[in-house]
Every structure is written in structure tokens, then in C-alpha cells.
């Protein structure tokens, strides 16, 4: 079987004639998946008599396929030895206990001290994904938001992890400290989202191209002006969450986009207020995440603990609970 830098040669017989290109070189190559041979035949690395053809082009018998996979090509990314909390591991998968204040991978100035730097430094089995030695981001948490991501090692898992997440087949469970004391046990926010219609760097139910977003929430505790929810988006819009539940009268504490700064001026504790304005961040979590293993094929699921920022302040609450 050839691996990434050996050539390999095939001839159509006639049970494999009027097969699509990209299906024969599937079943004849099963390291690489289908997605990676269409990008290798797209990119030229694969002919078919001695030509560039498409990925879906009908062979015949007698035809003479040649090409080579090529090696993965080094990430822009540099590794970087950060702290970065594993929760579970494979040849396939990483699971991460993102903690706040990380972004999830490099963009614009922003080249380290993410968790693509984190994962370059730390996996010593990294396949690579769309043909660079990188991990595979699948699903994104914003830079203030801590707790369970998935990531994958090669191209394969990438792909499996990828149809979930847009199928909405994974389950994500969060947590947070909201303003106000939320009446009701539980409720559901459908509210289409978009793009704000002026601020870039900002989401909105008042926008140009709305797209659908349903959330479901539950009280977990209550105290005196603020709120522990249980959070589940069963949609995955950029900022879900946080615009949901400003949506309602209930934005994140600490949320320095959707959140007025006036809600922290009304908090009247001292030692709460300090450990508010201390906390730099949205108090949004992501407790639990469940998904179908891409290889194993069966359901997992995984969770991470309260960081201490948001720990910190549930004490002083309880210490101070009405």
C-alpha cells in the first residue's frame, strides 16, 4: 500500500470500469480518504493517462492511473509549549479543556499563543489536515470561553467531525453566570442571528441575513441579581449564546460585547464586585460535549470542570445566597 511520498500505478480492469476516479483510488488507497484524493487528483499529484482529470470522471477498462500522495506540508503555526489540560487522546482525536483567554488557532496578529500552537507542540502523531501538518479544528470556542473542544488529528476524523457538526448531531452543554434572577425552571430562545448590521466584531437579531439559532436554557441556581444557567445551543451561530441571552434581559456576566457596563455598577457587594471586574471574560463554560467516535463509530462524551475565575465567584455567591 503506498504511504505519503510513494508513487503508485494502477490499470483499470473490467470489474472497475465506469467507476468514478476519486471512488477507485478510495477503495485502492484506504489510508487517504475520499475528500484528500479529490484535493491530490485537483491539485495535479494524480493522472489519469498521463493527463489531469477530474474527480469524477468515469474510468475504462485499460486506463493508467499514476500519482503519488504527498507529504503534509509544515504548519505557518509554530508550537508552542503552553499549559493545556488533555482529556482524552488517540490516533484520531484530542480532547482539550480549553482554558479562558485562549483563542482556538491563529489569525491576523494573533500567530501564538493559541491552541493550534498549544496542540503543534504537544501531539506526536499529527497526520495533518487539507494537506498541512496542523490539527484539525472542528468546532470553535470564543478566546473568553473555557472548557471541552474536540480536535482531529488527520483528515479522516476531520471530516467525520465536520458532518456531525453541521448534521447538529453533537451535543453541547454549557454553563453560565447570567444578570438578573431568570424566572421560569428552563425555556427556549428561537431567534434567527447574523452579522450585526454596522459592528463587524458583533452579532445581532437585527441583521441583513438572519440565520435560524435555537437555544435551550435552564436555571441551575439562583442568587441575589445573578443567575447559574445550564445552556444548550442546539444551533452553532458564532455567538449564540451570549446574543440569546442579552436577547432576553439576561446578558453574560462579563461579557465585554453584549453586556452593559451599568449591570456591574448595580452589584453592591464589594468582594462579588471585585471578583466580577476581575474576571475579564464572558462567564460562559463549556461543561460537556458528546459525539460519535469518527473511527470507533460509537457515542462519547466528555466534560470538564468550573474554572477557578468562575468558581471563585458561585462561592461568594453561596457564601451570600438569598
Known amino acids: ?27 485502492q488507497l484506504p489510508a487517504p480518504s475520499r475528500a484528500q484524493i479529490q484535493r491530490h487528483i485537483r491539485e495535479g499529484y494524480i493522472l489519469l493517462n498521463a493527463a489531469q482529470a477530474k474527480a469524477g470522471t468515469r474510468v475504462k477498462q485499460g486506463d493508467l492511473i499514476k500519482g503519488y500522495i504527498p507529504e503534509p506540508t509544515a504548519s505557518v503555526a509554530l508550537p508552542e509549549d503552553l499549559p493545556i489540560r488533555f482529556l482524552y487522546e488517540d490516533a484520531d482525536i484530542v480532547v482539550v479543556d480549553k482554558p479562558p483567554g ?51 488529528k488527520n483528515d479522516q476524523a476531520h471530516e467525520a467531525l465536520v458532518r456531525q457538526f453541521k448534521g447538529r448531531e453533537v451535543k453541547k452543554r454549557y454553563l453560565a453566570l447570567v444578570y438578573g434572577r ?8 428561537n431567534a434567527p442571528l447574523g452579522r450585526h448590521p454596522i459592528d463587524r466584531k458583533r452579532f445581532s437579531l437585527r441583521t441583513r441575513q438572519p440565520k435560524d439559532a435555537l437555544t435551550e436554557w435552564r436555571v441551575k441556581e439562583r442568587f441575589a441579581g445573578i443567575t447559574l444557567v445550564q445552556v444548550e445551543p442546539r444551533t452553532g451561530r458564532t455567538h449564540q449564546i451570549r446574543v440569546h441571552m442579552a436577547s432576553i434581559n439576561h446578558p453574560l456576566v462579563g ?5 452593559k457596563k451599568r449591570r456591574l ?22 461543561s460537556s460535549l458528546a459525539f460519535r467516535h469518527p473511527t470507533m ?19 461568594v455567591l453561596r457564601g451570600k445566597r438569598v
Open 1 to 27: 500500500m503506498p504511504i505519503s511520498g510513494e508513487a503508485f500505478t494502477f490499470t483499470i480492469e473490467k470489474a472497475d470500469h465506469g467507476k468514478r476516479l476519486d471512488l477507485f483510488l478510495t477503495e
Open 102 to 152: 485562549m483563542a482556538a488557532h491563529p489569525a491576523g496578529r494573533m500567530q501564538s499563543g493559541t491552541l493550534v500552537n498549544a496542540l503543534l507542540f504537544r501531539l506526536k502523531d499529527l497526520q495533518g489536515v487539507g494537506g498541512v501538518l496542523r490539527p484539525g479544528i472542528v468546532h470553535r470556542l470564543d478566546k473568553g470561553t473555557s472548557g471541552v473542544m474536540v480536535v482531529a
Open 182 to 189: 431568570v424566572k421560569g425552571a428552563e425555556g427556549t430562545i
Open 255 to 259: 461579557d465585554p460585547l453584549y453586556t
Open 265 to 286: 455598577s448595580l452589584i453592591e457587594d464589594p468582594v462579588l464586585r471585585g471578583h466580577l471586574e476581575a474576571l475579564g471574560r464572558q462567564a460562559l463554560h463549556a
Open 297 to 315: 463509530g460509537k457515542i462519547v462524551e466528555f466534560t470538564a470542570p468550573l474554572p477557578a475565575d468562575i468558581e471563585n465567584i458561585l462561592e
